[in-house]
């Protein structure tokens, strides 16, 4: 805002503090709060998912043809981000691994963009019922996220639109999680293999937002309203370079070979702070009967009209 006494700071210089954030902290913590803000409220309805039947419908297309899995239309999981606790918090932002964070949750296309986000949830809560009580989780569980009807994904099968998810979450209708991991059998493993290989996109998207901004590898220290400003910000910029050729490219997006197998992207070689899968903690094994004959229609689908030539060599 403009004064009597001086000029307002440029948009431009407020943009390049933000991103380099390099001078002293009383001078920039405003200025980079509104300016996460103003890049989110810019940009958030242009780089982030408006959910449409057709809309579902055209990012299946896009998991069917690049990760051979039908009728999915996302990869969901979440980021615990590092923060310093808030004062007198207590344990309410120590989360599983062992340090203070708010949550990132996402919902991720087959191109590492991210379609829906839940951002500033504590740490302590678990990703599941973070799922399950954020606004994304509930328009799902009501069904008000205009689905398109379940379609054939070959002759003899007819299944509803899924998100691939791990065993953070719980298995239904819409969620698809893996086989728990003990005695399983062929059929199963090559189910989990499929799941596994379309559901690494969203671990992949929160590896190239790390890598690309620095400020996701050292602790938040800053307000929890600025945290969330910081996180939706990069969010909305990660998509706007996810569009552009280099980044779609062999530096930042994986690449698949002819024979299906999967060519790391560059972005993998730096150092990056990303969750822990194996630490992580499991949702509910309980699930309905739909759920579990979706998730067994799935699986008769990869071992016969929907197999992939190296799916067994991979297993």
């Known amino acids: 805002m403009e004064t009597n006494w001086r000029k307002p700071i440029p948009a431009a210089a407020r943009l390049s503090m ?46 069917e043809n690049r990760w051979n899995f039908p009728n999915c239309i996302g990869a969901l999981d979440g980021k615990h981000v590092s923060i310093i606790c808030p004062e007198k918090a207590g344990s309410t932002f120590y989360n599983y691994k062992g340090f203070h964070s708010i949550v990132l949750l996402a919902l991720v296309s ?11 949830v504590q740490g302590r809560h678990s990703y599941g019922g973070i799922f399950k009580n954020s606004i994304m989780g509930q328009l799902f569980y009501n069904n008000n996220m205009h689905l398109p009807a379940p379609s054939a994904i070959s002759t003899r099968h007819n299944v509803p639109y899924v998100i691939v998810a791990d065993e953070a979450f719980q298995l239904n209708s819409f969620t698809m999680r893996p086989y728990p991991s003990k005695n399983l059998t062929k059929q199963q ?8 290989r379309a559901r690494r996109v969203v ?10 901004w ?20 990069t969010v909305c910029l990660h998509n706007l370079l996810m569009n552009t050729s280099y980044y779609c490219g ?3 997006a994986d690449n698949l070979s002819a024979d299906g197998r999967i060519i790391e992207g560059e972005w993998r070689q730096r150092h990056i702070n990303i969750d822990n899968c194996s630490n992580r903690s499991f949702g509910s094994n309980n699930y309905t009967r739909e ?25």
């Open 203 to 212: 671990e992949n998207a929160f590896g190239i937002l790390v890598s690309r």
């Open 291 to 315: 759920a579990g004959e979706v998730r067994n229609i799935f699986t008769d689908y990869f071992i016969n009209e929907g197999k992939v030539s190296w799916q067994e060599d991979i297993i």
């Open 189 to 196: 493993r090559i189910f989990n293999y499929r799941l596994s």
């Open 214 to 233: 620095r400020i996701y590898q050292r602790p938040l220290n800053t307000s929890l309203q600025t945290s969330d400003a910081i996180i939706k910000a």
């Open 250 to 252: 062999k530096n930042y």
């Open 110 to 120: 087959a191109t590492y963009k991210f379609l829906i986000v839940d951002i500033g």
């Open 18 to 63: 933000t991103i380099r954030y390099r001078i002293g902290r009383s001078t920039t913590t405003f200025i980079i709060k509104e300016t996460c803000e103003a890049i989110w409220n810019c940009l958030n309805t242009e780089e982030l998912f408006t959910p449409t039947s057709n809309g579902w419908q055209e990012i299946a297309y896009e998991f």
